[in-house]
């Protein structure tokens, strides 16, 4: 082509940048459709651990069907069974985790760690990572955020709840895997002794803040 008696040249650097932008604009919809399906198949996949129970509730095929999605589609995400799973798990317990945190504001340090005895939100996150280490995992976390809730503790020294004599570390893993166990076992318990979970909650949370109120007076010798 001639423009004015001059040749004009092909504008490839448009062309180029037309090409990028489409890749570009390709790219961030193949990604965005990624977590879209993703999030899909834990949604699906937490609904039937809650309807059917943790151990019969991950069936893949009825999760893809749910999703509605082919059941490939999981293992391309994911990769197996156990890291569907452990996404569910991440995905629970940061919502939880921003539940109980703007629950527990100017809370005191006793009425922080009674709370989740009476949280239903709580349990299923220990249930989750129970039947992950059932299956073989073993690089659970049982104690995830350790370091801000060893950092709390020693807030709660500061403040004078804890006397500093005591082991912050031992603590934490006394708290956690109390709640743990009883999150697990607390249906079954209630059951055990004939009452019902909510009467239990508050009877085991009685215990619990005779214990840490002790928790301001040095251990024993």
Known sequence: MTDGGLIRKPDWRSREGVARESSGSMATKTKRNRAETEGRLIGVALD?????????????????????????????????RREL???????????????????????????RRLRPFRSADTIRDSQLRALLVIDGDDTVDPMPRYEAALSRLRQDVIDGDIDRAHDLEALQVALSSLLRGYRIFRESYAKRIDTDAGDLDDRVAAIVRTWLEAMAKPPET
């Open 85 to 111: 799973l452990r996404a569910a798990i991440t995905h629970r317990f940061e919502a939880v985790v921003e539940s109980i945190t703007a629950d527990r504001r100017g809370a005191s340090f006793i009425e």
């Open 48 to 80: 039937l651990i809650r309807r059917n129970g943790v151990l019969a509730g991950l069936n893949l095929r009825e999760v893809a069907e749910g999703a509605g999605v082919n059941r490939g589609n999981i293992y391309h995400y994911f990769g197996s």
